[in-house]
């Protein structure tokens, strides 16, 4: 995988060129995307390439459900077909503004729902490489890119990432823009970033965002808190022996590791993910419904008709719910700095069960905006990617960063013979 940290320190030494390494970026997609389809849209060559800021030198891919003046949006759906916005989204216009050169627009599954897209899995072709956000995970993964924008509703950033094998973050709510993308559902729609390492998307969020967000190593190893709760046994044995695994490298390193058990709040709040995301992509995607339903997958057109049918006073306790999870999640780091949990019940399925896999251990996350990443480097017995999910405290996401950079450390200290 091509990685942010030493793309940017080779520029910056004289080592590298912006032009030679965007010219690799779009070589590795012209060799590799054929096979793993990651890619929805390509920015024609010739495009010039930033002279400077942070990002220079950097390709990035950009989920497509984002807008793009130079290339198509078409947001996973024959609906849009040939559409071409007039303006980026913000979060497009930073990455310019800021160096970063947008190669692509990475395939999204329809309208950035569950219906699997043509993207494979880097590490297997038979797995699925997640959703909403495969493209963008699996670019990565695949070393066509060095970083890639997503988003998350559900687990559509950390549940990609882990089954590509790479570092996925999820920002607290509302820390990046979503203006100029396909809304799903306002109040948990949340864009994400992916690249090859913790380090590598903690630079490149803090380079796109101009905060400091962890790209230094932690000072002390973290107090973690091992998180139990009742969707445990829906993990994969193998999935649950992976946490187990992470908390005692973390214990032998120095980390003081306990166990949290889920709040009753925060259960509620899992349950009311799913009225709340249905409600909002019903009115959010009211249009489709109205004029296109006979060009929606049939598992979309069900849901928003299921929201549809969502009374206002339904929502309105969801939301209600949805708040004293978010109040109870903050009481959760009152004696931990981070929770430990799985970041899906296992590896990739495979994509002939014609899933993206399951969100049941990110959505109560999106729901309370809570920051997340995935930690990679741990794998099944198949040798497919198992990955670690790290859960901050809502707006301390350069704490959560700096104890995944130091987890991932030490996790591949602990496979070393």
Not at 77 to 93: E, L
Request: charged letters at 20%; proline letters at 7%; a neutral charge.
């Amino acid at each position: 995988m091509q990685s942010v940290s030493k793309i940017i320190a080779d520029i910056a030494a004289g080592r590298d060129t912006p032009a030679g390494t965007i010219a690799r970026s779009r070589a590795a997609i012209g060799k590799r995307d054929n096979e793993i389809h990651a890619f929805e849209a390509v920015a024609p060559g010739g495009t010039g390439t930033a002279s400077e800021g942070p990002l220079v030198g950097i390709a990035v891919g950009v989920k497509d459900i984002f807008d793009t003046y130079d290339m198509p949006t078409r947001y996973g759906s024959p609906i849009y077909d040939g559409f071409r916005p007039r303006a980026d989204a913000p979060i497009v216009a930073m990455a310019r503004a800021r160096g970063a050169y947008v190669i692509g627009k990475t395939v999204t599954t329809e309208l950035a729902f569950l219906d699997p897209a043509k993207t494979v899995n880097p590490h297997d072709p038979a797995h699925t490489p997640g959703g909403s956000s495969s493209g963008s995970a699996a670019a990565v993964a695949a070393g066509m890119i060095p970083a890639a924008i997503g988003t998350q509703t559900g687990g559509s950033v950390i549940r990609p990432a882990a089954f590509c094998g790479v570092a996925g973050y999820k920002p607290s709510f509302r820390l990046f823009p979503t203006g100029g993308m396909k809304t799903f559902a306002w109040t948990l729609d949340t864009a994400g970033f992916f690249a090859a390492s913790v380090a590598d998307v903690a630079l490149f969020a803090a380079l796109l965002g101009g905060r400091d967000l962890g790209a230094d190593p932690v000072t002390s190893p973290p107090r973690i808190g091992l998180y139990r709760s009742e969707i445990d046994n829906e993990a994969s044995a193998e999935m649950r022996d992976a946490v187990t695994r992470a908390a005692a490298i973390a214990e032998r390193a120095g980390a003081t590791v306990v166990e949290v058990c889920e709040p009753e709040q925060i259960r509620r709040g899992r349950d009311v993910h799913a009225v709340v995301q249905g409600y909002e992509a019903a009115i959010s995607l009211a249009h489709e419904l109205a004029f296109h339903s006979d060009e929606l997958s049939g598992v979309l057109r069900e849901t928003l008709e299921e929201g549809r049918s969502i009374p206002p006073n339904a929502y309105d306790e969801a939301r209600r719910a949805a708040r004293h999870a978010r109040k109870t999640a903050t009481g959760l780091f009152d004696e931990v700095d981070i929770l430990l949990a799985p970041s899906a019940p296992g590896a990739g399925p495979l994509r002939s069960l014609g899933t993206t896999g399951s969100a049941l251990f990110n959505k109560v996350w999106t729901l309370t905006g809570n920051p997340c990443v995935n930690v990679p480097g741990l794998a099944d017995s198949a040798g497919m990617p198992l990955g670690i999910q790290l859960i901050g405290r809502f707006g301390r996401d350069k704490q959560t960063l700096q104890a995944a950079r130091w987890l991932e450390g030490e996790i591949a200290a602990g496979l070393r013979p």
